[in-house]
């Protein structure tokens, strides 16, 4: 099938109705142990949430240390909460793994994390990126590694190291992909001791294959997983802002088969066979069989899909939308289009825990990375799409353009 272009041009006023406020804050505020060191360091402006996960009861977010004064690096609210609160945060598991808050590092404990996700067997993937003040002078303190918590308990069940020859020296460890669906033992899927995941390295673009049946890892790289040098800007509302940022967006399709991505620094969208991911270390000099999946109309981070039907979601930055589109069908559709609560779309999620309902994390990321952020606006939310009222998009309102191409590089 030829490309065909498609573009966000048509917006409908009554659009933004299907954006529910599930949470909101100016700025972020914590459920403080006694402690008037980590309270004393609190920056209330420099603290900035780019992870979500919608938990049965309750939902997760994930605050990496992008500047100093950061208390804890992962917290959760309850979901029972009417619409539009603006809950403190409880640290998560407990205050005893955030003592870098105070200054003190513990490579046990919780360092900074981007990003988790949750397996069928109610446990929490947890990806510490180990890396300090990353956007000032980017410190590695500790070495990545992946905490897995019982969700019941609230116990580690497990840890993950990766071995030192997959890491560079500027490696950022900021999203992750479980996949249980290679399992050939339906026994071993069941209780999730089949999973591989799929961890994007965005500073030095590639994705680390994590095996937990083999408790093995290998890394792949693609000349699609770097920035685009033309599109390191981005304009949200007029605020432009410079982010030379690789791979961070991450969706996995288990009937396809394939593994979305997208670079911060791009207008494009790629995907990728897990078959070929999860077949093992890629020989020297192999080829990458990468596709070029479709162009947006603009820069984004987050995207999910519904296995239900392939549909992919994705939040184009300048747009300020929420949109989706089926790569079989070639449908498109509106979700949400609000230029005050869809600024910067850290996390866009197809919540399994919430039968199947969108979820956008949302951030005024751009100010706050300017240093213009003000505790007198709202800051952060958390919203969900109201089902059902989303609006379909026409041929000359579309929003992704497709594409067909295949791209071969070498994979290391």
Known sequence: MGPRTIWLCVWVAAASASLEVVNQWNFLQFDFPPDPVLLEKFQPENTVPTGLEIGWDRLYIGIP?????????????????????????????????????????????LISVYRVRADRCNRLWVLDSGVFTSLDDFRRVCPPKILIFDMATDRLVRSVYFPRELLRPSSLLTNIILDDTRSPNPHLSATCDNIYAYISDTVTPGIIVYDSSRDNA??????????????????????????????????????????????????????LSTAVLASGPPAEGAVLPVNLVGRKSSQGLGVAVDPRDDTIFFSPMTETALVAWNPITNTHRLLA????????????????????????????????????????????????VVDGAYINLQPHGHTLRRAATNFNSTAY
């Open 65 to 109: 240390r992008l500047r100093a004064g950061v208390p804890a690096t992962l917290g959760w609210v309850p979901r029972s909460l009417p619409s539009g609160v603006s809950p403190v945060l409880q640290a998560y598991p407990d205050w005893s793994w955030h003592t870098a808050g105070r200054g003190d590092i513990n490579c046990t404990g």
């Open 218 to 271: 290998w890394r792949v790289t693609h000349a699609s997983m770097y920035p685009d040098p033309n599109l390191g800007e981005i304009d949200i509302l007029g605020d432009k802002f410079t982010l030379m940022d690789g791979i961070v967006g991450l969706a996995h399709s288990p009937a396809q088969g394939l593994l979305y991505y997208q670079p911060l620094a791009t207008d494009r969208l790629f995907s």
């Open 337 to 384: 289009q609000d230029p005050d609560k869809l600024q910067f779309c850290a996390e866009v999620r197809w919540a399994e825990r919430d039968n199947g309902a969108v979820w956008a994390l949302s951030s005024r990321f751009q100010k706050y990375f300017l240093r213009t952020v003000t505790k007198h606006e709202i800051n952060v939310r958390i919203l969900r």
